[in-house]
């Protein structure tokens, strides 16, 4: 697992799976021609033209507070329009408490939006019933986030994963509903990035002069980096998504923010840097 240290704050990534998929699944501009086109600045994310991705959870452990910043798909989980996620038997509950992380030491679990591989640990299946994974958490959630999904009555692709991983958690009164630019400690807090989904947040990290900031899905690869305006299939607002992620990457580029992808396989942290006239992503 790796880890990184922001001034006090530990970040530890706590790795899901790492699937491999064509581009055009995630962003219709990249197919293999074209991710082989970028040159060798993308080979840490890419294998033959295709994405390398990562689905994990990052751990900020601030002040005293253990924070995990989304779950995930989980285990056990009904997904028939996610085939490679339907029912899945994976040992990330046990490889986290390997770590030396018990499900009872987290303290809050931050969704940044409540998309299928974003919320799956939230809850586990006991006795036929879904129960909060992490039973003395707080599990925290834009206002507006929830308000969307909470009414949302389209596909069950995005409607199981509310059913499943974030109602019980509302039931069991385990959920906090949230401003959009919230402070959990002093040292971390959210970041609006709405877009993809209505109430998406970023999470910002400050300590000792030292920056970071994790993205959610507002970036899902580093190539948006170097393309900011290529949507992907599953933002609720493309004009807004593209706007936020144009300004996030204007913003810290060419500055000593640690980017955390959410999605970023290697690295998985880095820099954004301006080379040839054009953005990078710099592990």
Known sequence: ?????????????????????????????????????????????????????????????????????DTCVGNDKKRPGFKEWNEMHLPFLRDVEKAGVSRESIDMVICTHLHVDHVGWNTILEAGAWKPTFPKARYLMVN????????????????????????????????ELVDPNSRLTGE?????????????????????????????????????????DWICDFDTDPRMACETRKAFVERYCDTPVRVFGTHFAGPTAGHIVRRNGGFRFEG
């Open 188 to 228: 971390v807090w959210l970041e609006a990035t709405p877009g993809h989904t209505p109430g998406h947040t970023s999470v910002r990290i400050s300590s000792r002069g030292e920056d970071g900031v994790i993205t959610g899905d507002m970036i899902h690869h580093p190539i948006q980096v170097a393309h900011p």
């Open 1 to 69: 697992m790796s880890n990184w240290k922001i001034g006090d704050v530990k970040v530890t990534k706590l790795q899901e799976q790492e699937p491999v998929w064509p581009g055009t699944a995630v962003l219709k501009q990249a197919t293999a021609e074209v991710v082989k086109g970028e040159g060798d600045w993308l080979d840490p994310f890419c294998q033959d033209g295709r994405f390398r991705l990562s689905i994990h959870a990052l751990l900020l452990e601030s002040e005293g507070k253990r924070i995990l910043v």
């Open 144 to 175: 507006r986030e929830w308000d969307h999904w909470s009414k949302f009555d389209g596909s069950a692709d995005f409607r199981n994963p509310i059913d499943d991983s974030v109602r019980p958690v509302i039931d069991a009164g385990r959920a």
